[in-house]
């Protein structure tokens, strides 16, 4: 049986924004999961409605900026700015278009790649050792967005 990661359709259109701005150059993105309890669902058709998984399936729904903390980064040679803990996977961008995962690639136990033109529907998913998994998009958003946005 394949893992599935699943995701908000929000943080995958944020990311590929992010990453058509910085193209060509790649770009790393940590991120962080929340409760799929912890979601409100969206009305649009986006992804998978909340009542079809569980309420304690960890969704991909909010990311630390990539390049916050920069300068404190390169003199530490560590990131200072991501809390310990939090990161549940990582966004890779790649502008060549090959969505695999490679060694260079800042690996991580759960993957994501984006590759031109930057949409949310081409992210892959993989793990650690580059193999593909499951990726389910999720019509759902944070309470923090959900506030920003009313």
Do not use: Q
Request: glycine share 6%.
């Amino acid at each position: 049986m394949t893992e599935t990661l699943h995701a908000t359709r929000a943080l995958l259109s944020v990311l590929c924004d992010l990453a058509a701005d910085a193209d060509p150059r790649p770009i790393d993105v940590s991120l962080a999961a929340t409760p799929a309890r912890d979601l409100r669902p969206i009305d649009h058709d986006a992804g998978v409605g909340l009542t079809s998984i569980p309420d304690d399936t960890r969704v991909l729904s909010d990311f630390y900026f990539p390049d916050a903390g920069d300068s404190i980064n390169r003199v530490f040679g560590m990131d200072l700015t991501t809390p310990s803990g939090k990161t549940d996977a990582r966004f890779l961008s790649h502008p060549t278009g090959d969505p695999s995962i490679s060694t260079t690639d800042d690996l991580h136990a759960r993957l994501l790649v984006g590759v031109p033109p930057w949409n949310p529907d081409d992210v892959r998913a993989y793990d650690r050792n580059g193999r593909r998994l499951s990726l389910t998009i999720v019509a759902a958003e944070t309470e923090e967005e959900a506030s920003v946005l009313d």
